[in-house]
């Protein structure tokens, strides 16, 4: 937990210095027990970001190169993600998939946060995708309540294919939170949509983005 708070707080100082950040609702984010952050999803950066000015831990999946990188670069990277608690998936490995959606039960389990990106991968034409279901799953088998974030401006910190980072304002929106009725793993689907549904309105209404009825294709872990 030390070297997690040394991270936490040094990215949060790096991220505030250098971007000013607009941040609203983070008094949404209850001060115990486990919850479900659900963002939408512009920027590579988008979980470091949602990790750092969190007030709480919140793990997140991770490409696993990014543990198994070798050299110093590697390395550094493999200690930032432990750190921050990410979870190292399989690059083709779709984070709704069940192993990945028990392995954030577990977390969730503890009492702990965990964030999952409904849209499954990022946004490369800045419109907001279908919700996928698995963050309707997580919501009825713990009753864990739901975290809406909208950011907006993100994808302008790191655009799409490329390799630096250009320091930029952007804007996190926390939604309150939205609590569903705890059912176990043993709901319908329909039931698991109407949750992802009503969850994607809440992004929606925070970041403002333009939808699309249609899931976003590439489903590699961002």
Request: net charge positive.
């Amino acid at each position: 937990m030390a070297m997690f708070d040394a991270i936490r707080w040094t990215t949060r100082g790096l991220v505030t210095s250098t971007c000013r950040p607009t941040v609203i609702g983070l008094e949404n984010v209850p001060k115990t027990g486990p919850f479900i952050v659900a963002p939408n999803h512009l920027s590579f950066l988008d979980s470091v970001i949602v990790q750092a000015l969190m007030p709480r831990p919140v793990a997140f999946f991770a490409k696993a190169e990014y543990f198994t990188t070798a050299g110093v670069k590697g390395r550094v990277m493999k200690s930032f993600f432990e750190a921050v608690g990410s979870i190292p998936v399989e690059r083709g490995e779709q984070a709704a998939s069940v192993q990945a959606l028990k392995t954030l039960l577990e977390i969730l389990d503890s009492g702990k946060g965990v964030g999952i990106y409904p849209e499954g991968t990022r946004s490369r034409d800045g419109i907001l995708y279908r919700g996928r279901t698995g963050v309707g799953w997580l919501a009825l088998t713990t009753g864990a309540p739901v975290i809406p974030v909208g950011l907006i401006g993100t994808e302008h910190l790191q655009p799409a294919d490329s390799k630096s980072v250009k320091p930029q304002h952007f804007t996190l929106k926390v939604g309150q939170p939205l609590y569903f009725e705890k059912t176990g793993p043993d709901h319908s689907l329909p039931a698991r949509r109407h949750v992802t549904d009503r969850i994607m309105d809440a992004i929606a209404e925070l970041s403002g983005q333009e939808r699309s009825t249609s899931y976003n294709q590439s489903k590699a872990v961002e």
